[in-house]
């Protein structure tokens, strides 16, 4: 067994560790990954799970084999969690490697291919901000998944964090993709899901220790919850040395020249009070603002805009934009300072409940069909923010303004798990 030399607390950049963990057998992971917790409703899960007793939704959100009207955050939820995940280990369907291991998850999806190194980060690579941020977390959220992980004593699925690439990295991922992966399957989603592991974890903590930080991509949540259970557990723990598997966190690294942004589009309930000729005025009042038959934007500072059954494109003018500003030149900022604030009267978007957010996934033909059935007012098609604004946002230590991404492909939940004991 490779011996736990990496987790004391050398001073490096990123510290990056392998762990033992517990996955499911060949045999049955396509009946075990699911979608993560977080992108499907209760009832959406309920029905992804139905019939399969062996989807770690039974884990992730376990809420679904409750009464529906149990609240999601109550005791029972996170018991039926950790009853359901000594299930999966006493049947076989979660088993743990004998060895400490790092592991390559790829995933291939509309012809592109992203590959993330799987291991643990130090918690306090996250308080010491080594792991930058982007994004203001919501305590209630926080709440749920730092007691998630402290009922099962374990990370249940990994946060996508994102870095700057290395030669040395890029290397070892590309040599030991040419080995038979352990898993290679395509989900429901049409994604093509590939996990291999690697024989020499030793040569990933290595590299990483070259690399000067890295970056919450998808899961600020569950990396802070990651962090707060981490420092619980610690505070339980009279004889903490230091040394203990609740000092890290699941994470799967992904080189931010993979990864893939889709637009967060919005829709806003109701018009403000205004009519449609007085909105249309208004809108035409910010920039450029015509019909047109391609609702997604062609660049950014561009914006699709749908009334009445009808598409508008609406252009910022580009001289008013000022670029050297890493979060005023952000499109969601752009949009709330613009449009959403003076046009639609719309407030903190964090808390105003006029507005809502659309997966990019979904694409602008849901939001024709919400505004065409009277659930909103305007649906409104956004550019997608870049992964290098990701970046100098994080570097500035700001904070984007709440839902400026959504990564495409997700990880698929239940194919690596880290236990905090």
Same mark, same amino acid.
């Given at each position: 067994?490779?011996?736990?030399?990496?987790?004391?607390?050398?001073?490096?950049?990123?510290?990056?560790?392998?762990?033992?963990?517990?996955?499911?057998?060949?045999?049955?992971?396509?009946?075990?990954?699911?979608?993560?917790?977080?992108?499907?409703?209760?009832?959406?899960?309920?029905?992804?799970?139905?019939?399969?007793?062996?989807?770690?939704?039974?884990?992730?959100?376990?809420?679904?084999?409750?009464?529906?009207?149990?609240?999601?955050?109550?005791?029972?939820?996170?018991?039926?969690?950790?009853?359901?995940?000594?299930?999966?280990?006493?049947?076989?369907?979660?088993?743990?490697?004998?060895?400490?291991?790092?592991?390559?998850?790829?995933?291939?999806?509309?012809?592109?291919?992203?590959?993330?190194?799987?291991?643990?980060?130090? %918690?306090? *690579?996250?308080? =010491? $901000?080594?792991?930058?941020? @982007?994004?203001?977390? !919501?305590? +209630? &959220?926080?709440?749920?998944?730092?007691?998630?992980?402290?009922?099962?004593?374990?990370?249940?699925?990994?946060?996508?964090?994102?870095?700057?690439?290395?030669?040395?990295?890029?290397?070892?991922?590309?040599?030991?993709?040419?080995?038979?992966? %352990?898993? *290679?399957?395509? =989900? $429901?989603?049409?994604?093509? @899901?590939?996990?291999? !592991?690697? +024989? &020499?974890?030793?040569?990933?903590?290595?590299?990483?220790?070259?690399?000067?930080?890295?970056?919450?991509?998808?899961?600020?949540?569950?990396?802070?919850?990651?962090?707060?259970?981490?420092?619980?557990?610690?505070?339980?723990?009279?004889?903490?040395?230091?040394?203990?598997?609740?000092?890290?966190?699941?994470?799967?690294?992904?080189?931010?020249? +993979?990864?893939?942004?889709?637009?967060y589009n919005r829709t806003v309930r109701d018009l403000g009070g205004r009519?449609?000729?007085?909105?249309?005025?208004?809108?035409?009042?910010?920039?450029?603002?015509?019909?047109?038959?391609?609702?997604?934007?062609?660049?950014?500072?561009?914006?699709?805009?749908?009334?009445?059954?009808?598409?508008?494109?609406?252009?910022?003018?580009?001289?008013?934009?000022?670029?050297?500003?890493?979060?005023?030149?952000?499109?969601?900022?752009?949009?709330?300072?613009?449009?959403?604030?003076?046009?639609?009267?719309?407030?903190?978007?964090?808390?105003?409940?006029?507005?809502?957010?659309?997966?990019?996934?979904?694409?602008?033909?849901?939001?024709?069909?919400?505004?065409?059935?009277?659930?909103?007012?305007?649906?409104?098609?956004?550019?997608?923010?870049?992964?290098?604004?990701?970046?100098?946002?994080?570097?500035?230590?700001?904070?984007?303004?709440?839902?400026?991404?959504?990564?495409?492909?997700?990880?698929?939940?239940?194919?690596?798990?880290?236990?905090?004991?």
């Amino acid at each position: 067994m490779l011996a736990r030399a990496f987790s004391g607390l050398q001073e490096v950049p990123i510290r990056f560790n392998p762990f033992a963990s517990w996955r499911p057998p060949a045999d049955r992971v396509e009946r075990v990954a699911s979608p993560p917790y977080d992108v499907v409703s209760r009832e959406e899960a309920a029905l992804v799970a139905e019939g399969n007793p062996l989807s770690f939704l039974h884990i992730g959100r376990s809420d679904i084999d409750l009464p529906a009207d149990v609240d999601p955050h109550a005791s029972e939820v996170y018991d039926a969690a950790r009853i359901a995940f000594d299930r999966f280990r006493v049947e076989g369907t979660l088993c743990q490697d004998a060895e400490q291991s790092i592991y390559l998850y790829a995933l291939t999806w509309r012809g592109r291919t992203q590959v993330g190194v799987v291991g643990c980060v130090h %918690i306090d *690579d996250y308080e =010491a $901000d080594i792991i930058k941020k @982007h994004e203001r977390t !919501r305590p +209630e &959220k926080e709440d749920d998944r730092t007691r998630h992980m402290v009922t099962l004593r374990a990370n249940a699925e990994p946060v996508i964090l994102t870095f700057r690439d290395t030669a040395r990295l890029h290397e070892l991922v590309g040599a030991d993709q040419q080995a038979t992966p %352990i898993y *290679d399957f395509v =989900a $429901d989603d049409d994604v093509r @899901h590939r996990v291999w !592991r690697v +024989e &020499k974890p030793g040569a990933y903590v290595a590299a990483f220790a070259d690399v000067p930080s890295c970056y919450v991509a998808d899961g600020h949540h569950r990396t802070a919850g990651g962090w707060r259970a981490g420092k619980a557990l610690r505070e339980a723990n009279p004889h903490h040395t230091g040394s203990e598997e609740y000092n890290w966190t699941l994470a799967a690294l992904f080189p931010a020249s +993979e990864l893939t942004i889709l637009p967060y589009n919005r829709t806003v309930r109701d018009l403000g009070g205004r009519s449609i000729a007085e909105v249309r005025q208004a809108l035409a009042g910010t920039g450029t603002f015509e019909e047109t038959t391609t609702p997604e934007p062609e660049a950014s500072g561009q914006f699709g805009v749908y009334l009445e059954g009808c598409w508008y494109r609406l252009t910022l003018d580009p001289a008013s934009i000022d670029r050297t500003d890493p979060v005023r030149a952000l499109d969601a900022a752009l949009l709330h300072d613009r449009i959403l604030a003076p046009v639609f009267g719309i407030g903190d978007a964090r808390t105003d409940a006029r507005i809502d957010f659309v997966g990019g996934i979904r694409g602008s033909e849901e939001l024709a069909q919400r505004v065409d059935r009277g659930d909103a007012a305007v649906g409104i098609a956004m550019y997608p923010t870049s992964v290098e604004q990701l970046l100098a946002v994080a570097d500035a230590g700001s904070i984007m303004p709440p839902k400026s991404t959504w990564f495409e492909p997700k990880l698929r939940s239940g194919l690596f798990v880290h236990t905090l004991e």
